[in-house]
């Protein structure tokens, strides 16, 4: 009787050699981005301590109060997967005094992360993500400088429908305020509020602003707005962040009720949407977090950074990336032509030619048929005739031209030739 074959965990996915090339496409364009950009990769293990995500992310987030993937390892730690990159990013910056060897830091990443959220359109859980934080400034230039960054990404990609969001969720001072006028003005309609919404009134009610719900959003729209409460500081800032984001032409929309997920925000917010995802249309966001390296036992640091969902990415980017095929087959036919064909595919590797031969035996039809399958560019065919003259027989599959060459100026010949 035949085992049940084992399948793969709900929300997580196999990426498979046709898809791969799609996702290498995109990482190389990340990280050439970031080096004309002067980011610095950083990668950080693939499970922190809980605390570090109850003390950043915020307790009452739906990330940690829904989603992580956390036990108790043998050893009595408490333990999560990551769920978000910032948190440990900081913590990696804190730890090993990276603000003591620059007064600037600006970090990259593209890493897995773990999310036990509903698997839809999209999004798994375990997803990727590619982002960046930079500690050290506090000034608007650097809130411009990482928004362009994103956005030079997307246009790298020829992404298509995309609207960039900008809010400031103002100073701890401002927040403070807002979140008691907000709450007063909610107060009289507090049963017309979701379970959700409700417990974010009592918790952070700052959330609630973060509604997917049409009422809820009818009904805070004639609200409390959170610019009433910048102080002057907030509003200098935000105001040269809009007025250098328009100086270099990169087009954004006002959003004042865009406050984004996590406790840590201060100030400026993001996110980039695009009109092909529906409802769940964000694929970027990010913000300031001038408070986070503080209140993780570092010494005061600005912070700002942001995430996007490559998966997200992926589906958005309509362009098919050709899958890379070989630019060389070898065939050989008898036993006496196996070591020979080995060492020359081998010698065509080492300068950087992609080749592929036969493991399989088969008949010259079926290796022909194989190296247009593979979408090879040439064959090189070595029967017991061209053994006996020393030689080696080159075909173009795209116009069958063929010709014959000795053995020893193989490497020579097909160097030559239009591989591109």
Known sequence: MSKEPIRSIKGTQDILPD??????????????????????????????????????????????????????????????????????????????????????????????????????????????????????????????????????????????????????????????NFRTAIKEYLKPNFDKLSETSQKRFKRNPLRILDTKSLEEKTLLKDGPQISDYWTSDDKDHFNEVCELLDKINIKFELSPNLVRGLDYYTRTTFEVTSNLLGAQNAICGGGRYDGLVEQLGGKPTPGIGFAAGMERLLLVNQKSDETIKSQIYVIGLGDSARSLIINIALELRQNNIRTSFDLLRRSIKSQMRDANKLGAKYVIIIGEEELAKNIATIKNLSNSDQEQIPLDSILSHIKSLPLK
């Open 19 to 176: 898809q791969s090339s799609r996702w290498q496409t995109l990482e190389s364009t990340i990280r050439n981005t970031m080096h004309t950009y002067d980011y610095f990769e950083i990668r950080t293990p693939a499970f922190e301590n809980t605390s570090l995500f109850l003390h950043s992310v915020g307790e009452e987030s739906d990330i940690v109060s829904k989603e992580m993937y956390t036990w108790i390892d043998q050893g009595g730690e408490n333990l999560t997967l990551k769920p978000e990159l910032t948190a440990p990013v900081t913590r990696a910056f804190i730890q090993n005094n990276l603000g003591g060897l620059n007064p600037i830091n600006k970090l990259y990443y593209i890493d897995s992360l773990f999310r036990r959220e509903r698997p839809q359109k999209g999004r798994y859980r375990q997803f990727h993500q590619f982002g960046v934080e930079v500690f050290g400034s506090e000034f608007p230039e650097i809130d411009v400088e990482v928004i362009s960054l994103a956005m030079s990404i997307f246009n790298t990609l020829e992404l298509e429908g995309l609207t960039l969001e900008l809010n400031s969720i103002g100073s701890e001072d401002c927040r403070n």
